[in-house]
DNA sequence: CTGTAGGA
DNA sequence: TCCTACAGG
């Protein structure tokens, strides 16, 4: 979910057009999410291969870079690790939601309603296991670089940004901004007609809004992010008012007498100086066609002659790192 | 969501 | 050529 720093950022359109010849981070859970909601049926039914695996995010992963390689746009997916333990309560929170939209795609079926059943089918979606480690055995054999992060793929997404290592991270999150990365994308999507992707920078932000980055992790934790409650009735406008008035976190809940209820101290350290790995290949390589050929049609039952188109888009020259990988 | 066939 | 509708697995 995030911080809700909607009403406050003012993002810049931008389009696909202008990323050419860009690295870009990739918050894969954000994305593969995205795609397992999205690629259903009209009822509700995700993609299946004929064993019954899900296959949505699959499809989706391969289409979409494919597409991004071949306009020259170089996606690193980077994959959540471990979140910290103050999330916990966020993540109970979500697992009682998918129980509950369990339940009701069930009865939406039953009813025959498929547009509920589609709505709470979609609810249900969730990243196991399997979603995951098929995700990236498929990134490997396109030859497209993943990371895995220790703690949330957000701070390693941005972090590696912020190196200088991409120019942006794809990310419906505003935490990107909290944990520095310099751009974010958001509404990253590939159709035509989308002329809806937001570039929303961090320094501009800052500057707009007169206030550091430590001020605006304070400001996040006042408004609430997935560590902590933070105030009831303060939104994002109320926050900033209130530290351009006070100045400080300290200082905001003396005056305010507000009761935060959490450690401050624990959460301005996740998203200031989150846990990061430092030494990761993002090598972009060749891809293993006869293995991906018999990944995704022999097991997944793609088809033969789209997949094959992918592979083409896939072989761009501009994909690969340095010649060596080519030859 | 993404690619594409087929109609305007 | 552009757009809409629909299938993909």
Redo the contacts with the bound molecule.
Sequence with gaps: MGVKFKDITHPEKIEMKNLDNNVLTVDASNLIY??LT????GDG?????LNGNI?SH???IL??T??LIEQNIKPIYVFDGKAPELKQKTQQERIEVKKESEQKYQEALELGDEAKARKYAARTAHLNREIIESSKKLLTLMGIPYVQSKTEGEAQASYMANQGDAWAVVSQDYDCLLFGAPRILRNF??????TDIQLLQLQKTLDELNLTRNQLVDIAILVGTDFNDGIYGVGAKTAIKLMHKYGSLESIVKNKNYDLDCDVDEIREIFLNPDVVRNYDIEFRKPQKDKLIDFLCGE????EI??Q??IKKLQHKAAQTSLENWF
Aim: charged share 25%; no cysteine; hydrophobic share 25%.
């Design positions: 995205k795609f999205t690629m259903r049926q039914t995700p993609l299946r291969d296959t699959l499809n989706g289409f979409q494919a597409t999507k590939l159709t035509k007609t989308n997944h039952d793609f088809d789209r997949t188109s992918a």
